[in-house]
């Protein structure tokens, strides 16, 4: 493809939008499909050539999904508008895979409680902390990032965790995090972090139900494996 042709040069068939018209959305390339969703280039390449840099730039789909405004917005042909654009079309994809798009969720296993929070965080680069509170049956209520960073047990504080669940009247908690490298196998300091948020739960009456660990598309539940 010559990323200097316009689309209308391109012959019909061939241009995104008719594609998906014929032969469907799940026909086009992930390049094809956010040119569908910038709708026009540059003065120099058009959104095929555009979209197929964005994503070369950001190493696919899943650098997309976790890049900044501010980063996309150092790309070449990339301004606020098709920033905004792009931020949108990221953010309504965590929420329709994730508890943000305000259906209501029981948790009912370990798997459905990481599978939950998994697209969000699974491909972040630093180690993010999620709070999962639930209700008496074990339906979310909320779910709010609380930490971000190394997690030791020296800045993981209890009450920053224990004041959001007060906050929310929650009867337990999950908390969920991920580790980048991958491998979702629980540190000492996951195990000592758990150890004190279930102790100090038993205190102001709020159950640690499990701890979450994701690595990648694996996760590890503490409570399987009878840490908790």
Same mark, same amino acid.
């Given at each position: ?17 008719? !594609?998906?018209?014929? $032969? /469907?959305? %799940?026909?086009?390339s992930?390049? *094809? =499909?956010?040119?569908?969703?910038l709708?026009?280039? @540059?003065? !120099?390449?058009?959104? $095929? /050539?555009? %979209?197929?840099r964005?994503?070369? *730039? =950001?190493?696919?789909i899943?650098?997309?999904?976790? @890049? ?6 150092k790309? %070449? ?15 309504l ?7 943000? %798009? ?12 990481a599978m939950i ?10 180690e ?11 339906i979310?209520?909320?779910i ?17 965790i ?15 995090h ?7 196998t629980?540190s000492?300091e996951d ?5 004190r ?6 205190i ?9 660990i994701?690595g990648?598309?694996d ?9 908790i």
């Amino acid at each position: 493809m010559n990323e200097n042709l316009k689309i209308s040069d391109i012959p019909k068939s061939e241009r995104p939008q008719e !594609k998906l018209i014929r $032969l /469907g959305s %799940s026909a086009l390339s992930n390049h *094809e =499909l956010l040119a569908l969703i910038l709708r026009t280039g @540059t003065s !120099k390449e058009n959104v $095929l /050539g555009l %979209s197929m840099r964005i994503l070369q *730039e =950001l190493d696919g789909i899943n650098g997309l999904l976790n @890049t900044s405004h501010s980063e996309l917005m150092k790309i %070449s042909g990339i301004k606020e508008v098709k920033a905004a654009q792009i931020m949108a079309l990221c953010e309504l994809f965590k929420r329709f895979k994730s508890f943000k %798009s305000g259906e209501e969720f029981k948790i009912s296993d370990p798997k459905s409680a990481a599978m939950i929070v998994m697209n969000e965080i699974s491909s972040l680069r630093q180690e993010v902390l999620m709070l999962m509170m639930l209700n008496t049956k074990n339906i979310i209520i909320s779910i709010k990032e609380v930490f971000k960073g190394s997690l030791n047990s020296s800045i993981v504080h209890p009450r920053e965790i224990f004041v959001e669940a007060i906050k929310k009247s929650a009867a337990s908690i999950i908390i969920c995090h991920n580790h980048p490298s991958g491998d979702p196998t629980p540190s000492k300091e996951d195990v000592n972090i758990t150890l004190r948020i279930k102790e100090c739960g038993k205190i102001v009456g709020i159950d640690l139900l499990d701890h979450i660990i994701i690595g990648g598309k694996d996760f590890i539940s503490l409570k399987e494996q009878g840490i908790i």
